[in-house]
């Protein structure tokens, strides 16, 4: 089955600087890599997604990037702020149908004022 | 309502109680799912259901009986559980076409301590 693996599961930057955040996964029959943000007592929440059809996909200050060759992707804030302190998961999956996501163990962004 | 709601949001329970968690997703999806979340372990899926049909248990054990009445409503059955299954347990549900991706949306979680 696939097996995803995520760095660093902390990660402390200084508000306004960029934070990057990678996975691995080892399902070459993978090609779908979402990316979820978990607030404290909240469920996580689906901020960006990429297909494997394209290699890097942005949304205002988030963006992701895949390279499929080397099976992985990672996601990246520009001009960190407060709000974004959360833990971010990974996961990835085969895409069409009913299937499960794998998931990273999640990252612990802390953005320190 | 919207989105995928589920209740209780906190539930404590002895190890010889029986239970339910209750999950409702207001965004028509015809998928829904139940997640683990334990500390310190990657979220772990539970069961699927696909057009109220359960197509996976990821080897779960027997006293976790999930339940799919209708595409809008999901329910975990619980009953002689351990200590370790205190977790948080999500719900998810996601719409499932021939020519779309997995887009999972999560609940809140019920917040589940076993005695």
């Known amino acids: 089955g696939e097996n995803v693996e995520q760095h660093p599961s902390t990660l402390s930057v200084q508000e306004g600087d960029s934070a990057v955040i990678k996975c691995t996964y080892s399902?070459?029959?993978?090609?779908?890599f979402p990316w979820y943000k978990q607030e404290l007592g909240k469920g996580p929440q689906l901020i960006i997604d990429i297909r494997s059809n394209v290699g890097e996909k942005k949304d205002q200050r988030i963006a992701v990037t895949l390279n499929k060759t080397a099976k992985h992707f990672s996601l990246h804030i520009t001009e960190t702020q407060p709000e974004d302190s959360a833990v971010y998961f990974c996961?990835?999956?085969?895409?069409?149908?009913?299937?499960?996501?794998?998931f990273g163990k999640g990252t612990h962004l802390i953005i320190q004022p | 309502e919207t989105g995928v709601t589920q209740t209780p949001r906190h539930l404590v329970m002895g190890m010889t109680n029986k239970k339910s968690l209750k999950c409702e997703q207001h965004l028509g999806h015809n998928a829904m799912y139940w997640y683990k979340q334990s500390a310190k372990k990657p979220l772990e899926l539970m069961f699927v259901?696909?057009?109220?049909?359960?197509?996976e248990n990821n080897s779960v054990p027997s006293r976790f009986s999930p339940e799919c009445p209708n595409s809008s409503h999901l329910f975990l059955h619980l009953h002689t559980l351990q200590p370790e299954d205190s977790a948080l347990y999500l719900c998810a549900s996601s719409q499932v076409t021939a020519s779309s991706y997995n887009e999972q949306f999560f609940g809140p979680g019920t917040r589940l301590t076993v005695l």
């Open positions: 996961a990835a999956n085969i895409g069409g149908g009913a299937d499960g996501l794998t």
């Open positions: 259901y696909n057009f109220k049909e359960q197509t």
């Open positions: 399902d070459s029959a993978s090609n779908y």
